[in-house]
């Protein structure tokens, strides 16, 4: 690709901008952001950014909305200021867990933010851990799906891992345990939910593997409000774990989440930083940094060499 290497951040994540741009040695593009008292965002680039390559971090963080707006508009700026190339880096994907048709007259949301980011001028996509691989089929550019596998496996590699077992939290997540699996080497296990009539949640009814007087680690892409952890931790001690810890790449920890988990069985969770989480730090949480993963794709993707080793 042509053109100077150029990065510019929304306002959901700017640490980590900062850091992706540490390690790029490059400085963070130049940009203003300005609310209106209706409600509206201007953004201006400010600096020159024709003919570069230009990415363009976001994440989905609080205020999801007014991200992903900011972010259109950002990337409709850049292509207005004739930037050769506008990649989104949207480490945690918006909407990513609204990707099917489950219910009647709804919105498949993933499929339609694809929409928007191509309209608003989008040329590429680099993101992390999709809910669903299939979203990358939403679009009809280019779309790079790092995994943080790799960063997570070298995190417990560094442990003893005497007497540690993966379990998945239920069967959906079982397929992508198996990477977990096959890098540290260790046996599965797999939480056997049931659903009994239409408006109750699933509940843990068995567990599929051996888990008596293991060390548990459950394996999930997300944490959202952090039920479904805490009541796979209650139910695996009941079933005579020693111990039970937890990983997911994406530490939403929306609502009483934080709470919640400090109170439970849980003893560690470890995530990484696709979102931020300064403001939502206890201390049971650990988290790994994804500047270095995602630094090395954008350098790949500008200087046209191969990523598909950076996927995990």
Do not use: W
Not at 87 to 100: E, G, I, M, N, Q
């Amino acid at each position: 690709m042509e053109g100077r290497l150029k990065v510019f951040a929304g306002a959901s994540h700017p640490r980590l901008a900062e850091d992706i741009c540490y390690l790029l040695d490059i400085p963070l593009g130049r940009s203003r952001s300005v609310k209106f008292s209706n409600e509206n965002l201007l953004i201006q680039i400010e600096e020159n950014v024709r003919e570069c390559d230009v990415f363009v971090i976001q994440t989905s963080a609080p205020p999801v909305n007014e991200g992903i707006i900011e972010t259109l508009i950002m990337i409709d700026a850049l292509k207005h200021a004739s930037a050769a190339r506008v990649t989104a880096v949207l480490p945690y994907f918006p909407y990513a867990r609204s990707d099917k048709k489950d219910k009647p007259r709804i919105s498949i949301t993933a499929r339609l933010m694809a929409d928007l980011l191509m309209t608003a001028g989008a040329d590429r996509v680099l993101t992390m851990d999709l809910h669903s691989p299939q979203i990358q089929g939403f679009f009809r550019i280019p779309v790079d799906q790092l995994k943080a596998v790799r960063m997570i496996c070298d995190f417990y590699q560094q442990r003893d891992l005497t007497d540690y077992v993966l379990v998945a939290g239920d069967a959906g997540e079982a397929k992508e345990l198996g990477s977990y699996a096959n890098r540290l080497n260790l046996p599965m296990a797999i939480v056997d939910k049931r659903r009994y009539g239409d408006d109750e949640k699933p509940r843990a009814v068995n567990v599929i593997g051996d888990v008596e007087g293991k060390r548990c680690l459950i394996v999930d892409d997300e944490v959202a409000s952090g039920g479904t952890l805490i009541e796979a931790a209650q139910f695996l001690m009941k079933r005579g774990a020693r111990s039970v810890e937890a990983t997911c790449v994406h530490p939403v920890l929306s609502g009483n989440a934080v709470s919640r988990i400090t109170e439970s069985a849980i003893e560690e969770l470890v995530v990484t930083d696709s979102i931020p989480v300064a403001d939502r730090h206890f201390d049971k949480l650990k988290v790994l940094p994804t500047a270095p993963l995602f630094a090395k794709a954008i350098r790949r993707i500008h200087e046209g060499d191969s990523v598909s080793e950076l996927f995990g």
